[in-house]
Structure formats: structure tokens, C-alpha cells
């Protein structure tokens, strides 16, 4: 993981403000999955309007970041680098369980569960750092070449 956490900034296209993976702290080739962490700080400025008094986790942040751990993942698996641009087709099924607060960790888990004419399918679930199930989802991506 050490080489993957070094390179996160060349794997992934987005930059700060808007890369949301901290780190990779897992990839299983064997299920094809990957579980990655971030911490939205408490400093974010997104706090001060989402929301002022009850500050929350965007839920489409949250998005972004199971987005993002597809990516490294699908990297990883094909050793690819900067070929194309895989790009957010559909999200669908998302269930929202719980907020996630500032300053709390996310555990980002997502799984590659199959691969239809060049559409990639994926389930992914997000943990706090209490262990309680956030959101889950499926979403599909696509390379751009």
C-alpha cells in the first residue's frame, strides 16, 4: 500500500480541494476491491453553509469519495496510468443511513462486481470511524479515452 499511498496524487485526477481519499488501506485482487480512508476536517469551509449550527458530510461528497476509490482500484487492477479519464456514468440505489460529522473518518469500501462493454459496476459502503454503516450504493463508471 505504501507505493499506492505515495502515488495518490498521480493516480487520482482530482486535486485538493476536491480529492477526497487520504489513503489506500487496502486492495484485495482476489475480490477485486478496495478500502480506502478520508477525514473531512472540521476546518472544511463547506461546514460554515452545510450546515451553520449542525455542520454534516455533504452526501454527495460522499459520492465523490466512493467515485474516487473506484478509480484507484480499477488502476490497480489494470496497471493502467493515465490512459483516459473514468468518469461518473450513474449512481443509483444510494441509502443514506447515518450523518457523517466533521472531523469524523471515513472507511470507504468498494468492490468492482462486474465489467459489461467497457461499463464498470460497483457497490461501495462508508463506515464512520465508530463503525456504523453511513451510506451504501451502487455506481457505475466509464474510461474516457
Known amino acids: 500500500m505504501k507505493h499506492i499511498n505515495d502515488n495518490l496524487r498521480d493516480i487520482l485526477p482530482q486535486k485538493e480541494p476536491f480529492r477526497f481519499i487520504d489513503s489506500v488501506k487496502k486492495i484485495d485482487y482476489n475480490n477485486n476491491s478496495i478500502?480506502?480512508?478520508?477525514?473531512?476536517?472540521?476546518?472544511?469551509p463547506i461546514f460554515k453553509g452545510h450546515f451553520p449550527g449542525e455542520p454534516i458530510v455533504p452526501g454527495?461528497?460522499?459520492?465523490?469519495?466512493?467515485?474516487?476509490s473506484s478509480?484507484?482500484?480499477?488502476?490497480?487492477?489494470?496497471?493502467q496510468s493515465d490512459e483516459g479519464l473514468y468518469l461518473l456514468s450513474k449512481v443509483e440505489k444510494i441509502t443514506f443511513r447515518e450523518v457523517l460529522l466533521p472531523n469524523e473518518n471515513a472507511t470507504i469500501m468498494t468492490k468492482?462486481?462486474?465489467?459489461?462493454?467497457?461499463?464498470?459496476?460497483?457497490?461501495?459502503?462508508?463506515?464512520?470511524?465508530?463503525?456504523?454503516?453511513?451510506m451504501e450504493g451502487k455506481f457505475i463508471v466509464y474510461l474516457k479515452k
Open 35 to 44: 478500502t480506502c480512508l478520508y477525514s473531512f476536517k472540521g476546518d472544511n
Open 60 to 68: 454527495v461528497l460522499l459520492i465523490e469519495s466512493i467515485a474516487q
Open 71 to 79: 478509480i484507484i482500484l480499477m488502476k490497480s487492477i489494470t496497471g
Open 112 to 134: 468492482l462486481d462486474r465489467t459489461i462493454s467497457g461499463f464498470h459496476f460497483f457497490s461501495s459502503k462508508v463506515y464512520n470511524n465508530k463503525g456504523k454503516k453511513i
